[in-house]
């Protein structure tokens, strides 16, 4: 399939679009590298050195004889997108380009602000694209868990079924969500929602949970195709944050009574979702949800299995409660519907013991770009 791939040179788009180009898939990137400046804004940066976007397709041309197009444009300029969509004419669009982090849009009026113009603005130019140069395209779109919140009862993949004084519908599942961030996921949704509603196209959204691990058989061939490892207060998360903070001696950042429950996916889970999901396209004027994650964990159980797993290897390593920045609840009921993505093949990588290794190694072999000034999370909700 042409596939493009808007984000492409993020922490999931990246291991995506070498994923895609090793299945023999003909890959485009879009992106503005904007992740790369907010780095800089914050004064930190990947674990793992990563090589420029150039070098990085240059390095997979020379070890596989694969050319990727690269197209260096923001979503937000109408024109930009046009002319990559009159050029490309893709058959499948994998969008990631948005800003995804929840601390980020917190900071505050002016980052809430950006957050929600670059996600939505980006994704109305999308489907208005598609819209004018690609209407039977299917948008494969990263949403996120978030959307719904912590509900008091099971979450469905979507949409929930609802009987309201003796009548019956389906509707989208009702959203609670715990930031402006991944609020923009929300309108995000009912945007495209009613594109597909009233222009027919094709959509699936998926409502990832939280990505862990950073290493695929195609980003580890070369140290110049390796992935970005995010540790810092504001994009790291929760299983590699901790895994950043053992191998540096920081006590274990559980935010409060740690009962946060939430889905996590292997990063090897996220390229194959993503191609399954390419593979077989929702029908015209359909918006599919599926929710892409494999297990459910709290961060407590999370940073009690890291503890154990650097123990083993001969680290010295402390949990702390830390007073939670966020907003939200500390224990709760979750239980998330997860079964789409295994109906069209999906073989997950459920968490290991090896995989904390893997993460905790690869940690340790750049402990010294690892500044534990960046760990505390300073952002606050409130
Ligand atoms: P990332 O920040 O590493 O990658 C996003 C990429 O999009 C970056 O390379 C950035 O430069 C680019 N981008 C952002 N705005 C753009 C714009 N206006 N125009 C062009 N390019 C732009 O993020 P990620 O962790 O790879 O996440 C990818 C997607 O998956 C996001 O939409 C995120 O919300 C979603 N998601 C991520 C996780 C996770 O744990 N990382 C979990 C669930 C959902
Ligand atoms: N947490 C800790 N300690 C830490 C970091 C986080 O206890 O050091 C807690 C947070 O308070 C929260 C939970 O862990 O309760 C998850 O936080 P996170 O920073 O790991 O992830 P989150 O902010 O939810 O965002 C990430 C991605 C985002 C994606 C989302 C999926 O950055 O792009 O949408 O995961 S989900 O959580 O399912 O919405």
């Not at 596939?3 to 788009?13: A, K, M, N, Q």
């Not at 041309?61 to 046009?82: E, H, R």
């Not at 009690?304 to 920045?325: I, K, T």
């Amino acid at each position: 399939m042409r596939i493009l791939v808007l984000g492409g040179d993020g922490f999931c788009g990246w291991p995506t679009v070498l994923h895609l180009a090793t299945r023999g898939h003909t890959v485009a990137i879009v992106d503005n590298l904007i992740r790369r400046q907010w780095d800089i804004e914050l004064g930190t940066h990947s674990i793992t050195p990563i090589a420029p976007i150039t070098e990085r397709i240059a390095t997979w041309q020379a070890l596989t004889g694969q050319a990727i197009p690269f197209y260096d444009g923001d979503l937000q300029d109408y024109d930009f997108v046009s002319k990559v969509f009159r050029e490309f004419q893709p058959e499948s669009i994998v969008h990631f380009a948005e800003q995804r982090s929840a601390p980020y849009s917190m900071i505050d009026r002016a980052h809430a602000v950006f957050t929600q113009v670059n996600n939505i603005v980006g994704t109305l130019n999308v489907l208005y694209a598609i819209r004018e140069f690609t209407p039977d395209a299917h948008l494969v779109k990263l949403g996120t868990m978030g959307e719904y919140g912590t509900p008091n009862i099971d979450i469905e993949e979507g949409y929930l079924e609802i009987e309201h004084n003796g009548r019956r519908d389906v509707m989208i599942y009702p959203k609670n969500p715990p930031s402006f961030y991944h609020l923009s996921k929300v309108h995000d949704s009912h945007n495209i929602f009613f594109a597909c509603r009233i222009w027919g196209l094709r959509a699936t959204d998926l409502n990832q949970g939280i990505v862990y691990n950073v290493v695929t058989d195609e980003c580890e061939r070369d140290a110049r195709l390796w992935n970005r490892y995010d540790y810092d207060g504001v994009f790291g998360t929760a299983l590699n944050r901790f895994c950043a903070e053992a191998v540096s001696g920081y006590p274990l950042t559980v935010h409060g009574k740690g009962g946060q429950t939430r889905g996590f996916i292997d990063i090897r889970d996220t390229v194959r979702c993503i191609e399954l999901a390419a593979l077989n396209p929702a029908e015209p004027g359909e918006m599919r949800v599926y929710n892409q994650f494999t297990e459910q964990w709290s961060v407590l159980q999370l940073a009690e299995l890291v503890q154990r797993v650097a123990r083993e290897m001969g680290m010295a390593v402390e949990m702390s409660h830390v007073e939670n920045p966020r907003v939200e609840r500390e224990e709760h009921y979750y239980q998330a519907k997860h079964t789409k993505l295994i109906d069209l093949g999906l073989e997950p990588h459920l968490l290991t013991d090896e995989t904390i290794r893997v993460l905790l190694e690869k940690a340790a072999a750049h402990r010294d770009r690892i500044n534990t000034a960046d760990f505390p999370a300073l952002v606050r909700w409130k």
